[in-house]
């Protein structure tokens, strides 16, 4: 038998459960068409590279690495261009030196792109001046252009989702093999329009104490330090439309077990994970490690049933619990689910989302997130775990390397009348370069006292 799957499992036993979000193409031979073809085409990612994952994660879990995960909410064809591509390795690169300083320990980059494309919906319908449409559910689905035309579902955008994240996934790949991600090199992921960022002086700062380090230990050993050019970075999506992941879904004979192989790390959306779900049922038999999503109503009890049955056995680095209540309902919800998890025994990485429970609407009906709500629940989620003795794995953000506006707060001061001015994200907002970078430090800081000013 495969080392994942049970025997009452396969690829598409999903299709017995309650499927929601999903889409109603009204052309069903067309999309059987397209999904034949995503069928024959290679995969995105390899089993070995899930491997190493999966072992990493279990590490991130024991407290001897940190995940930092990030990216856009929704990624869009139109930005599969280069500038904005090596703009968001840019920053996650920045974030993840300022962590490895702050936190002493190595950290596991993992992109919310190549691939983050399908969005769950409140709503099915949207309405703007008494006119109402299909929502706008993710590039690879609609497109976001409020006509009707626009917002019709079309297979084809699928093959263009599979096209985009295997351009990005090259580029990533070139990039890091070149040296781009190397430390020597962390001169390069300036972004010229972060120059004047509030605390980018910090991060100079960081950067020379380790050029400096690095320096001492090229003399100590005579030859230079090596492996630091090898940076790794993995990819990750919320795995919400179900025949596209199903047609990537591989039997990978040379290690027994069938892979997810669109991405390193598929994740459950808050709103798919429920008692019966097609995407819990999906999820079970894939042999990647996988993450879900949890708000503040989460019981105790589901949530430890939940977790045995996505890992039966066990397994540390199989699971990553991401949660995400909002800065006010933290406090009262957490302890009581890292208490049921503790006593069961079960083996899971904790990730901090602060970014979802702390969505509001601004005046003028534009969606927006305070910097120092996202701050708070963050740091009141590092206190917990440190005062229950366990350990808080990493971070999940809604980041860009680019100048939006599209979160309040922080040092760069966006404030609310700021929105409308670059507020480019189709569903989230995302933190811009120079919040991330602050909210990086914040987070290095409440480690290890230094001074950011
Ligand atoms: C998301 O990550 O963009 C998202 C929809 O999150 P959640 O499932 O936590 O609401
Ligand atoms: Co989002």
């Not at 598409?12 to 193409?25: E, F, G, L, N, P």
């Not at 069938?258 to 790390?265: A, E, F, M, P, R």
């Not at 800065?327 to 302890?335: N, R, T, V």
Request: aromatic share 8%.
């Amino acid at each position: 038998m495969k080392q994942n799957a049970t025997l009452d499992w396969s690829p598409s036993s999903w299709r017995q459960k309650k499927a929601i979000q999903q889409v109603d193409y009204t052309d069903e031979e067309h999309l059987s068409s397209v999904l034949s073809n995503l069928n024959q085409f290679p995969p995105l990612v390899t089993s070995w590279e899930i491997e190493g994952l999966r072992t990493q994660l279990a590490e991130a879990a024991a407290g001897r690495r940190f995940v930092l995960q990030g990216g856009d909410c929704a990624e869009s064809f139109e930005d599969c261009r280069v500038e904005l591509i090596k703009n968001r390795l840019k920053i996650l690169l920045q974030m993840s030196v300022i962590l490895i300083y702050g936190l002493k320990m190595p950290v596991v980059r993992i992109g919310r792109f190549a691939g983050q494309y399908a969005k769950p919906r409140s709503a099915s319908t949207e309405t703007r001046d008494g006119v109402s449409l299909p929502s706008y559910r993710g590039d690879n689905i609609n497109a976001p252009e409020f006509t009707q035309e626009a917002r019709v579902p079309n297979p084809d955008r699928l093959l263009q989702a599979y096209y985009c994240s295997a351009i990005q996934l090259n580029l990533v790949r070139a990039l890091a093999d070149a040296g781009f991600a190397d430390l020597h090199n962390a001169d390069n992921w300036n972004l010229s329009f972060a120059q004047e960022a509030p605390y980018i002086e910090s991060y100079h700062k960081i950067i020379q104490k380790i050029h400096k380090a690095l320096d001492f230990a090229k003399i100590v050993s005579d030859h230079p330090i090596g492996g630091l050019g090898r940076v790794q970075f993995f990819t990750s999506h919320e795995a919400l439309h179900l025949p596209y992941e199903e047609v990537f879904t591989r039997d990978v004979a040379h290690k027994n077990a069938i892979y997810n192989l669109s991405t390193h790390l598929p994740w459950i959306g808050k709103r798919t994970l429920f008692n019966d779900s097609a995407h819990v049922e999906y999820m079970r038999g894939i042999r990647n490690p996988i993450g879900f999503k949890i708000g503040h109503d989460m019981a105790p009890s589901d949530l430890t049933a939940l977790v045995r049955n996505l890992n039966p056995l066990n397994d540390p680095g199989r699971l990553m619990i991401i949660t995400r209540m909002g800065a006010s309902k933290i406090a009262d919800s957490l302890p009581q689910l890292i208490d049921a998890i503790q006593r069961a025994g079960l083996n899971v990485l904790w990730v901090c989302d602060p970014m979802h429970g702390n969505t509001e609407t601004a005046a003028g009906g534009i969606k927006t997130r305070k910097f120092g709500n996202i701050l708070a629940e963050l740091e009141c989620v590092i206190d917990m775990h440190a005062r229950m003795k366990t350990v808080l794995g990493g971070v999940h953000f809604e980041l860009t390397g680019e100048d939006v506006t599209e979160c309040v707060g922080g040092a760069s001061g966006v404030e609310e009348c700021d929105l409308n001015q670059r507020y480019h994200s189709t569903v989230d907002p995302r933190l811009n370069v120079s919040q991330s970078l602050e909210m990086a430090l914040k987070i290095a800081q409440k480690y290890q006292d230094f001074d950011i000013s």
